[in-house]
């Protein structure tokens, strides 16, 4: 290795990185980077456009000869198909330029608010089921920026192990202690707060001020839900507060795409702070906080994107606006739950059909996130580019997202996609998966109620799983 120390260790000052991570950028990034990061244009619905792009001399740089590859998106997150640039929600949004502009040019709390920020917050509040809410512009500085707003040193945060990096930089920022837990393990986390509340803070002893469970609806990279009732059960038991990240999970998961409280029937008062995002499922920009009266009273002196940053633009809340409504059914009725539908069968269709086909899959059966596990890191560019040759825009994770040895496959379902854009997807991954080697599953997962083998080929998959993934039986061996 001393051949690389000039290049891993300056002379005189600490290195910028570990061996490790010099070893990955130099020897395996790079190597792969035309899988990442790769240039689209136009809305990113149904199909996306995919701008093609050619290196030389391995990925260092790319040059564009100006063609453009039409594919099937699984690659981004448009939960309910409201990335349009047609429709109700898009004669919405530009109606609305007319009335209110395209920026509000202020902090809100100078002059940022308009009506239609009051009136957003108001729907997205009646919608999730809390008193009242926050709208700010970016998803990831909600979490970023909220947590220091009323925690302290004094204060613990009990997190769990896979919550998204916004959560973790919000609660470092905050300065309070942070435990966390295995994911979803209930047991050790009532373990965790029965030795925290009674060991209290370090040094001192001192009760906590605040003891704070913070989880995710549904965890992005591995398509899991948080256990919501044993957690609610866990917050009355000890007397702490609980928090909800549902960006993954508000629009595309309950009966009436109300999020996890309602899929799992749990009173949303329940929860403390319900975060959610709208990005995924509304095909806007942005993210909200909603709790009681009292608390956003306080959250709108304290917030720090409340007296510092730009808020939504109001196209932006335009679409928040209508999608929201459509969902309700407040705007064209009948179309929400039309859009809720779909996206429940293409999740559930597109898991069974590869699990049956023996790949190893991440996830409960509604996830609208279906991960599929590629493990080898050479698999992920080989995987990536052979979907790209067969027009299917696909989503590869990999280290430091996910551990070096566990990268993976995330389809993103969407309610755009039709049953034969699912059976398209499933005849190329089968094949691509022959080619990989990607199959180590048993089947088991899929299914074998009828007493046929595990494993399935694809034409019977195609003609019996579109019916057997309604059947919870299935998803439960």
Not at 354 to 382: C, E
Request: overall charge neutral; some cysteine.
């Amino acid at each position: 290795m001393e051949i690389f120390d000039s290049i891993i260790k300056p002379s005189s000052v600490a290195p910028w990185f570990t061996m490790f991570e010099s070893f990955f950028i130099r020897r395996m990034k790079q190597r792969i980077d035309d899988c990442f990061s790769r240039p689209t244009t136009g809305v990113p619905g149904r199909f996306i456009r995919c701008i093609e792009r050619v290196s030389y001399n391995m990925n260092e740089y790319f040059t564009y000869p100006g063609a453009e590859k039409l594919c099937l998106n699984l690659s981004s997150y448009n939960y309910l198909g409201f990335a349009q640039s047609e429709g109700t929600c898009t004669d919405f949004v530009i109606n609305n330029i007319d009335k209110w502009g395209v920026s509000s040019n202020g902090p809100r709390n100078l002059l940022g608010t308009t009506q239609l920020h009051l009136d957003t917050e108001a729907l997205v509040a009646r919608f999730v089921g809390k008193d009242d809410c926050i709208i700010t512009s970016m998803g990831y500085s909600t979490n970023a920026n909220f947590f220091n707003s009323f925690l302290n040193k004094n204060c613990l945060v009990i997190s769990d192990e896979l919550n998204h990096a916004s959560i973790r930089t919000g609660v470092r920022l905050s300065g309070a202690s942070v435990k966390p837990y295995k994911h979803n393990d209930m047991k050790v986390l009532e373990q965790l707060l029965r030795e925290q509340i009674s060991e209290g803070q370090p040094k001192t002893h001192k009760p906590w001020d605040k003891i704070l469970i913070c989880v995710e609806g549904l965890f992005s990279m591995e398509g899991t839900m948080c256990n919501l009732p044993e957690l609610v059960k866990l917050k009355k038991k000890y007397k702490c507060y609980l928090f909800v990240d549902e960006a993954h999970s508000i629009g595309a998961m309950g009966p009436n795409g109300r999020g996890v409280c309602e899929y799992f029937g749990i009173d949303p008062n329940d929860v403390d702070v319900l975060m959610g995002t709208f990005t995924k499922s509304f095909g806007a920009a942005g993210g909200y906080i909603a709790a009681d009266q009292k608390f956003i009273n306080r959250l709108r002196l304290d917030l720090t994107t409340q007296n510092y940053a730009e808020p939504s633009p109001t196209p932006v809340l335009s679409q928040v606006y209508s999608s929201m409504k459509i969902i309700m059914g407040e705007m064209n009725p009948g179309e929400g739950l039309e859009r809720l539908s779909r996206i429940t069968f293409n999740s559930r269709y597109l898991r069974l059909g590869l699990q049956r086909l023996g790949f190893i899959v991440y996830g409960i059966a509604d996830s609208p996130v279906v991960p599929l596990l590629l493990y080898a890191p050479s698999k992920m560019p080989a995987f990536s580019r052979l979907m790209l040759e067969r027009n299917i825009a696909v989503v590869i994770v990999a280290y430091p997202a996910t551990p070096l040895t566990e990268s993976r496959v995330r389809f993103c379902i969407s309610a755009s996609l039709t049953k034969e854009d699912i059976d398209y997807v499933l005849r190329h991954v089968d094949e691509v998966g022959d080619m990989l080697f990607l199959k180590t599953s048993s089947g088991i997962g899929g299914g074998s109620l009828d007493g046929k083998p595990p494993r399935w080929n694809i034409e019977d998959v195609i003609a019996k799983t579109p019916e057997d993934c309604k059947d919870d039986r299935f998803f439960t061996i």
